[in-house]
């Protein structure tokens, strides 16, 4: 909801007037036309001394993120680190001040799904112990630092948001009722369950197509790093595990593994549950190897789901040109048998 570096709600440039200017009459302060840091560029700018202080909300960067040496340093320097989540993380960790925030059976607010569903969520109990919801935490924050938001509840955030964006306009708690409502939503409450009926047309113009030259991956296998290590998840957890590691699904997958395809395994001897060193130009990791056809040779797969295996100590810095999204997918990694000393018996010799 406006929280990229470079766009308002809606997708709407920094630096187009009109919207910078609707945005100056509401709040009645005066914005900049220049677009903020990407994350890969606040951690950069943190190491150089350029960004001072970080509000992490719900996010654990310091297990998600790529080249995570380089986010921990980046923590580091940092003069204020303030983290607001549900649990403890490895990102908590870091923190000058950690806020307790609810969880979302805890809150009232809403959800906009993948469909452009807005969907309504009433707290089912009560933030446990000292947490807080992110409406109360947020605007009594606002409060200390001298401004008052005018916000009475979630409903009323919801009401600026339909007043200053247009495929919002209709949106309200009242009418969001159990079903929902699917943006663009008309002043009058009309959505749209499907875009794009009739043409590329619903009021944005023609679809904008744009051919990109091809851009080779940041890493490719080489003699040092033979293997591309694709990295992703498991279906028992998610992300960084923070809250399916706290369920039972811990009981169906306690621990991670690297899957290699049978030929890579037999070139490095390797056996089925033996513990492997795999090792990038950024960091090493270790973890048991499963041998599975599932992979193709000369690739490797794992999760990023323990911060007892630190995948993303591997991932480095390449990211896509655009959305700075980073290139989790291919990544040169070579891997040995953990108890194997290195550069001895890691490849077996041809036949």
């Not at 809150?107 to 992110?134: C, H, M, S, W, Y």
């Not at 744009?210 to 992300?239: Q, S």
């Not at 923070?242 to 593994?257: E, I, V």
């Not at 993303?312 to 896509?320: F, I, M």
């Amino acid at each position: 909801m406006g929280a990229l570096p470079d766009t308002y709600t809606a997708y709407r440039r920094v630096d187009d007037e009109a919207t910078a200017t609707q945005f100056e009459a509401a709040w009645g302060v005066p914005l900049s036309r220049r677009p903020g840091y990407t994350i890969p560029q606040m951690f950069d700018a943190a190491v150089a001394g350029d960004l001072r202080a970080m509000f992490i909300f719900g996010e654990d960067v310091a297990q998600t993120d790529p080249d995570t040496t380089h986010v921990v340093r980046a923590l580091e320097h940092l003069e204020l680190l303030v983290c607001q989540d549900i649990f403890m993380t490895e990102t908590t960790k870091l923190a000058h001040v950690v806020l307790p925030a609810s969880a979302f059976l805890e809150k009232r607010g809403t959800f906009t799904n993948a469909e452009r569903r807005i969907q309504l969520v009433q707290p089912a109990v009560d933030p446990p112990g000292q947490a807080r919801t992110d409406f109360d935490i947020l605007t009594k924050l606002s409060r200390a630092l001298g401004h008052d938001m005018g916000f009475s509840d979630p409903s009323a955030v919801m009401d600026e948001v339909a007043r200053l964006t247009p495929d919002f306009a209709g949106v309200s708690f009242a009418r969001l009722g159990r079903r929902g409502l699917q943006w663009p939503v008309a002043p009058d409450g009309t959505d749209t369950p499907i875009l794009y009926a009739d043409g590329f047309l619903v009021g944005r113009g023609r679809a904008r197509l744009a051919a990109l030259p091809y851009k080779p991956p940041g890493e490719e296998a080489d003699a040092e790093f033979p293997l591309i290590l694709v990295t992703g998840r498991r279906l028992e957890h998610y992300n960084a595990g923070t809250m399916t590691r706290r369920t039972g699904n811990l009981a169906l997958m306690p621990s991670d593994w690297l899957e290699m395809h049978p030929v890579d395994a037999a070139d490095r001897l390797l056996a089925e549950g033996d513990l492997v060193t795999v090792r990038s130009r950024r960091g090493e990791i270790e973890l048991p190897v499963r041998i599975t056809d599932r992979i193709e040779a000369g690739h490797v797969f794992t999760a990023f789901h323990f911060p007892e295996v630190r995948t993303n100590l591997l991932v480095g810095d390449s990211a896509d040109v655009d959305t700075s999204c980073p290139e989790y997918k291919v990544i040169a990694v070579t891997v040995r048998g953990a108890r194997d000393e290195p550069g001895l018996a890691t490849v077996a010799a041809p036949a």
